[in-house]
């Protein structure tokens, strides 16, 4: 069984959502990517997402598309992305992984070979923002004959194409709460509990809700609507405020705490 699944099953069995942090690997450095995801999932987190840094990227606001900008001064690939979660596994990690890309470098590496490599590498599913439904079917059927669920999101501006792309869904739909690229709000889309009541009824998976979510008041605003919440940009930007831009490892332990309490926070968890 794929291991989204088996965390969303176990997390429902328990009565408990899913904290599903965002990061952007190398950003400060993959040294420290490899400490963040073990000190997340220390901290309660229960699936991540391992964001790509991509030049041109559509959904992301200022604070990842900052983060983006210092890995790709790095030169993180896709490639190196992968290979951080491989690396986490190795050290014991049970996460089920996730990665944000856009088409390009999909493309570019071709479908067959990504995905081949994402099996290998245990990665359990991947969100493609700039893929719509109406052009998924050869990405979806390479994800599916290696087992990697291709995970869709749905805008409240999706209107009729809800029904169509919630049924389709694998993993689980990733509901966005608010108008617009992702970054820290006070308020969401004003229809947001009419929305996610829709999505739920025509899903047959979990249902997520991520883009603008930032503290515990509002995690728990979306626990009774939803079953997980991802946080991007609010741990992105605790990420540039606790880490030094530059090679971070685990002789800075003070930051990474910082982190691991502000997930744990999030979670609810005493951690």
């Given at each position: 069984?794929?291991?989204?699944?088996?965390?969303?099953a176990e997390l429902?069995?328990?009565?408990?959502?899913?904290?599903?942090?965002?990061?952007?690997?190398?950003?400060?450095?993959?040294?420290?990517?490899?400490?963040?995801?073990?000190?997340?999932?220390?901290?309660?987190?229960?699936?991540?997402?391992?964001?790509?840094?991509?030049?041109?990227?559509?959904?992301?606001?200022?604070?990842?598309?900052?983060?983006?900008?210092?890995?790709?001064?790095?030169?993180?690939?896709?490639?190196?992305?992968?290979?951080?979660?491989?690396?986490?596994?190795?050290?014991?990690?049970?996460?089920?992984?996730?990665?944000?890309?856009?088409?390009?470098?999909?493309?570019?590496?071709?479908?067959?070979?990504?995905?081949?490599?994402?099996?290998?590498?245990?990665?359990?599913?991947i969100i493609i923002?700039?893929?719509?439904?109406?052009?998924?079917?050869?990405?979806?059927?390479?994800?599916?004959?290696?087992?990697?669920?291709?995970?869709?999101?749905?805008?409240?501006?999706?209107?009729?194409?809800?029904?169509?792309?919630?049924?389709?869904?694998?993993?689980?739909?990733?509901c966005v709460s608010?108008?617009?690229?992702?970054?820290?709000?006070?308020?969401?889309?004003?229809?947001?509990?009419?929305?996610?009541?829709?999505?739920?009824?025509?899903?047959?998976?979990?249902?997520?809700?991520?883009?603008?979510?930032?503290?515990?008041?509002?995690?728990?605003?979306?626990?009774?609507?939803?079953?997980?919440?991802?946080?991007?940009?609010?741990?992105?930007?605790?990420?540039?405020?606790?880490?030094?831009?530059?090679?971070?490892?685990?002789?800075?332990?003070?930051?990474?705490?910082?982190?691991?309490?502000?997930?744990?926070?999030?979670?609810?968890?005493?951690?």
């Amino acid at each position: 069984m794929n291991r989204i699944d088996s965390r969303f099953a176990e997390l429902k069995a328990r009565g408990e959502t899913a904290m599903m942090p965002f990061l952007t690997i190398g950003d400060p450095s993959i040294e420290a990517s490899l400490e963040l995801i073990l000190e997340m999932e220390r901290a309660g987190a229960d699936l991540i997402e391992l964001g790509v840094p991509y030049s041109d990227p559509l959904a992301d606001g200022p604070v990842i598309q900052r983060s983006s900008e210092r890995a790709l001064k790095r030169k993180i690939s896709i490639f190196d992305v992968i290979d951080v979660a491989k690396q986490a596994r190795a050290r014991g990690s049970e996460l089920p992984f996730i990665l944000f890309t856009y088409y390009n470098p999909v493309l570019q590496i071709g479908l067959d070979r990504i995905f081949k490599v994402m099996q290998e590498n245990e990665i359990s599913g991947i969100i493609i923002p700039d893929l719509p439904l109406e052009e998924d079917s050869e990405t979806r059927s390479i994800a599916e004959k290696y087992g990697v669920h291709l995970i869709p999101l749905v805008a409240p501006t999706s209107n009729a194409r809800v029904q169509r792309i919630a049924a389709s869904a694998r993993g689980f739909v990733y509901c966005v709460s608010s108008l617009g690229v992702t970054g820290e709000r006070a308020e969401f889309f004003g229809g947001i509990e009419d929305f996610l009541s829709t999505v739920r009824e025509a899903a047959s998976v979990p249902i997520v809700v991520g883009f603008g979510i930032s503290s515990r008041e509002q995690v728990e605003r979306f626990e009774k609507l939803c079953d997980g919440v991802v946080v991007g940009s609010a741990i992105v930007r605790t990420i540039e405020n606790a880490l030094p831009h530059f090679e971070v490892d685990a002789a800075h332990p003070e930051g990474l705490k910082q982190i691991g309490s502000f997930v744990g926070q999030l979670k609810g968890s005493n951690n």
